[in-house]
């Protein structure tokens, strides 16, 4: 990692006003979360899947929910155990304390969770695809999401990666689904939280953004760091792959969210990294 553009991100971080963090993937991955985004790898670890000929994008797809929910379920129920067993990293916090220094504001693509669990202000974040840890009705009616931090939900079968239909999660009798925003999904419907942030989002100011675990794929977060560098914000990329051609950072830090956020807080309070 460079150290000097360490050094350089603290100068600018210090002639700030407004940090804007843009979360992705590889922001958890350091935490224990796997990112999925390697279907050889995720066969390696669950066979059953390659058995089945299922990936990641299947099981998280909002129509084969709807018609397999025991097979989904036992994806996002091994999801919430995994995330229930590990924590989130030093990173975090130090996101945290940046932004009560400063005016500060996280948009995540994650659903694990993290951030709000290390503390940050539900004010002070947009989780754009859902979070696990709120629930809806299969068929996203009656605009229904309560909150559910309960390990274990569902009985899994480790084996078949599937769980038993009684126990799977109901309300007034219907099934229920992680308020996740999945591929091919109808359903998925957003809290009035998320609604209230996304409308406030144009007005969101940002001297500064940085993008951390966002790689090559078009996500809403590169989409973002595309628009905030068009109004001359400073981009700030952490990641230890390769980074989108579409984006062009002011500064890239070729590390790991964990490594290169640790480093950032320390040379902030004046300590070598």
């Known amino acids: 990692m460079n150290n ?77 155990r995994n995330a229930q067993k590990n924590k989130p990293h030093e990173g975090y916090q130090i996101i945290n304390d940046i932004i009560k220094s400063m005016d500060g504001f996280v948009i995540t693509t994650n659903t694990d969770g993290y951030h709000l669990r290390s503390g940050i202000p539900a004010d002070k974040i947009l989780e754009v695809h859902g979070s696990m840890w709120r629930l809806q009705f299969l068929d996203g009616s009656e605009n229904y999401v309560e909150e559910n931090l309960q390990v274990p939900l569902c009985e899994l079968d480790e084996k078949t990666m599937s769980v038993s239909q009684k126990s799977m999660p109901r309300y007034d009798g219907k099934i229920l689904r ?16 998320q609604k209230i942030k996304l409308l406030e989002l144009e007005k969101l100011k940002a001297d500064v953004v940085f993008l951390i675990g966002v790689g090559e794929d078009i996500s809403p977060n590169l989409l973002l760091a595309k628009h905030y560098q068009r109004k001359r914000s400073k981009i700030i990329c952490l990641n230890p792959n390769e980074i989108s051609p579409r984006l062009n950072p002011d500064i890239y830090l070729q590390t790991t969210a964990e490594k290169g956020l640790s480093c950032l807080g320390k040379i902030l309070n004046g300590t070598n990294c």
């Open 4 to 80: 000097s553009g360490l050094e350089e991100s603290v100068k600018i971080l210090e002639k700030s006003k407004n940090v804007l963090f843009l979360t992705g993937a590889g922001m958890s991955a350091d935490s224990g979360i796997p990112t999925f985004c390697d279907s050889e790898g995720f066969w390696n670890n669950f066979p059953i899947y390659k058995k089945l000929g299922l990936n990641p994008l299947q099981l998280a797809n909002g129509k084969f929910f709807k018609n397999h929910p025991e097979i989904s379920w036992g994806f996002y129920e091994w999801r919430r």
């Open 178 to 193: 992680p308020n996740v925003l999945m591929f091919e999904d109808k359903s998925y419907i957003e809290n009035d939280a």
